[in-house]
């Protein structure tokens, strides 16, 4: 766009201040855990509807709320006390590739999680480094799997350390850290979005290059890097705010 770094800057604030609205929630899968207001309601919802985050938005969203009915519209309590007779009325459920058994086996984790971990904020909050919630990401998918679990399951939770991008647990984290009374975000972790990353997926990623945020052409961890470093220069205190120019240039206004 040959913009200077402050024009760029005041264009994506523009952007972030359109998209950031209430009227974002309906249509997004955040609609998912703005059913509650428990806490523990909301970061397992959050964290289940993230993990489905692929694909059509709109399938993604019903699904999600799918997830949640099948669950009796209390996530957290059908997580601690389901017993396995429970479980199998979560057989039906598909989104893509993630199957019923995919969610029986994120059910008794999150159970594991909880019970023996101190529930998912703990685990960031323990394993983040001075700069990154990337490497708590990698410690929570080796306690989110510490137990017994069907192979197939693995693919469903990201691992930077193998070189994903994780951008559904990126997502994930940008609802539950960032806090700024917009009443989209819940900011309801006691984590510093400054050490957040930007969820990168085809669209945002396109959108980045297009704005010389991002010059690496393969959308893996160096381009993750290379992401968060942009923004960082542009909010260093709140740089993924800027997921919301991003997703809204790309979705909406085919940037």
């Not at 359109?18 to 009227?23: H, L, S």
């Not at 309590?77 to 995919?102: A, C, I, P, W, Y």
Request: aromatic share 10%; glycine share 6%.
């Amino acid at each position: 766009m040959g913009l200077t770094k402050s024009e760029l800057k005041d264009f994506l604030d523009e952007k972030v201040n359109e998209f950031n609205t209430v009227d974002f929630i309906e249509p997004d899968p955040i609609s998912v855990p703005h059913r509650y207001s428990l806490k523990e309601d909301i970061e397992i919802a959050s964290f289940l509807v993230s993990s489905i985050a692929w694909g059509n938005r709109k399938m993604i969203t019903k699904n999600g709320h799918r997830m949640m009915d099948l669950l009796g519209n209390s996530p957290y309590d059908f997580v601690m006390s389901h017993h396995k007779n429970q479980l199998e009325r979560l057989e039906s459920f598909v989104h893509r590739t993630f199957k019923g058994e995919d969610f029986k086996y994120f059910i008794k984790a999150l159970k594991h999680v909880y019970s023996n971990h101190g529930g998912l904020e703990s685990i960031f909050t323990k394993y983040q480094t001075a700069d990154s919630l990337q490497p708590a990401i990698h410690e929570l998918n080796r306690i989110f799997f510490e137990i017994e679990h069907p192979h197939r399951t693995r693919k469903h939770v990201a691992d930077p350390m193998k070189g994903s991008v994780a951008k559904r647990i990126n997502m994930n984290l940008r609802w539950l850290c960032r806090k700024d009374n917009k009443g989209v975000d819940f900011g309801i972790w006691d984590i510093n979005p400054a050490k957040l990353s930007c969820p990168l997926d085809v669209h945002s990623g396109n959108v980045a290059r297009k704005l010389g945020l991002l010059n690496r052409k393969n959308n893996d961890l160096k381009a993750l890097e290379e992401l968060d470093k942009s923004l960082r220069e542009l909010d260093p205190y709140d740089p993924v705010k800027y997921d919301f120019a991003l997703f809204g240039l790309g979705i909406f206004e085919g940037f």
